[in-house]
Each structure stands twice: as structure tokens, then as C-alpha cells.
């Protein structure tokens, strides 16, 4: 399929659509480090359904592009929520059905929590998925620090050297790590790692998991969406969580506990042999959740 183009607030967002012109409009956000080929087994799902299924590639990502040389190339969770926002806005939908993991899973709880008017229903790997920066400080388990390897190193030059320098191998192997029961082959890597040349992406996941800890400043331009995040808003719209029980970077115990965050409809699903990439291992599982929750 050839992706469509749309200039939507900083971004010309590459997104392909598919499905009825017509029908219940769906957006479905990828994460890192991932791409929108993470819901080729979910669509066909979707669409049988009725559903306008819209997938983007995140800035940073594929053939997605920055429409201005001096944005900052912030990975921060504002900038993601503002992004999915001003897509919504430039595709002329008022109100869609969200789901994503990992960085789209924190694009749709941003957008559900802060304009719940433009929110049906929200599915969300991972639960609450809104970083709290102000306590990214405080220690975890030790067995739960040792998954964040990955971002510690990011915080240094020489995670940003090995990043620029190896995208694909750091890629893959979080991809085994992270999924250790996902027996994906080369080619489903290689039709995903194409998006990791996009020039802007070592810049904007370096910042990401900088400002996520409070090392680097954010975007100016979404200083007040970060602000209102800071006070962790509720999530009122009817919601599905979901966590794999073979998620490799997922903190001990899962996600349960985040119902206290969703104030409305809410229903948290365990998916067993799962990993992080939920889409893409269990494509029909990933669909039902969207799809019961629009049956609600």
C-alpha cells in the first residue's frame, strides 16, 4: 500500500488508510521501536468490521517528516499527543476510537485524557501510559531497573553514538528481548527497520529518553500540554488495557494496578506468550479488544 501524506501541526505525517470512507474512524499508533507494519494483521480485522482504519508512522519515523528545519526534535509525551491531535484535526475527524502500545499507546492516553471529546474509546498496552516525569527519579525493583538498560544508555553520548551507528542491531535486539516468545523472522525486521533511516530518528529517540527523566528541556511549543500532564489526569473515556505475560520490558506485576487512573468504562486483560509488541504477535487479539470496546 502507498502511504498517503498529510500536513498535520509540525509534522507532514506519513499514514495509510484503509477500509470504509464512511466507517467508525479508527487510528492505530505504533511504538519503538516499531512502525505502522505492526498492524498489518490487525486491520484486515477492522475493516470487516466497518471501521476507516488510519495507521501513522510517528515522527522520527519512515517517511514521516518535520515540516520545518528549527522544530526541536523532541520524543517528549506531548509532543506525541499533540501530534496525534493535530492528525485528527487535519483528517477532519472529531471524535475516533484510539489504540496503540509503548510511544502510540502514550500519544492515545494523552489525547484521551486531556480532550476526551475527541475520544470514542481508548485501547492502551501497557494501562496508563502518561510518564509521571516528576518522580522518574525514585528507584524501582532492581529486577525492573535492569530492563531499562536500554534507556540508561540513551542518556549518555555513547548510547547516542551506538544508536546512530547500529539502528538495526540495537533495534533487533530489543525486539528479541522484549518479545522472547515472537518468532519473527528477517524480513518482518527488515520491512519495519526501513523506518528507522529516517534522518530525525536517533535525535528524536535520544530526546525522548532524556526528557522522560527530566535531563533535557521540551518543546516550548507544547510546554502547556506537559504542564497539564504533570497532574496526572484521569482517563475517562470507556477503556481496554492490555499487558502481555511475556512482555520483556514490563515491570513486575503488569499494568492492573493503573485502573485507579480510569474513571470510566475500564476493562485490564492479561494476553499469555505475549510480548510488547502486542499488534503484530497477537494481531486477533489486539483487533478484539478494538473491537469490543466499540461494541460497548
Sequence with gaps: MTPRRVEAGALSVAYEESGDPGGWPVLLMH??????????????????????????????????????????????????????????????IGRAVLAGYDWGGRAACVVAALWPERVAGLVSQNGYNIQDIARAMEPTAPEDERKLWYQYLFHTERGRAGLERDRRGLCRLLWRLWSPEWGFDDATFERTAASFDNADFVEVVIHSYRHRFGLVAGDPAVAEVERRLAARPAITVPAITLDGDADGVLAGGGTAGHARHFMGPHEHRMVRGGGHNLPQERPAEFAAAVLDLRGR
Excluded at 60 to 69: C, Q, V
Design 31 to 92: 511504538g519503538f521501536p516499531y512502525d505502522g507494519r505492526a498492524y498489518d494483521g490487525v486491520v484486515p480485522h477492522l475493516t470487516a468490521a466497518g471501521a476507516r482504519v488510519i495507521v501513522p508512522w510517528l515522527r522520527g519515523y519512515g517517511e514521516t517528516r518535520f515540516r520545518a528545519d528549527a522544530t526541536p526534535r523532541s520524543g517528549e509525551q506531548a509532543a506525541l499527543g499533540q501530534d496525534l491531535l493535530d492528525l485528527l484535526d487535519a483528517l477532519g
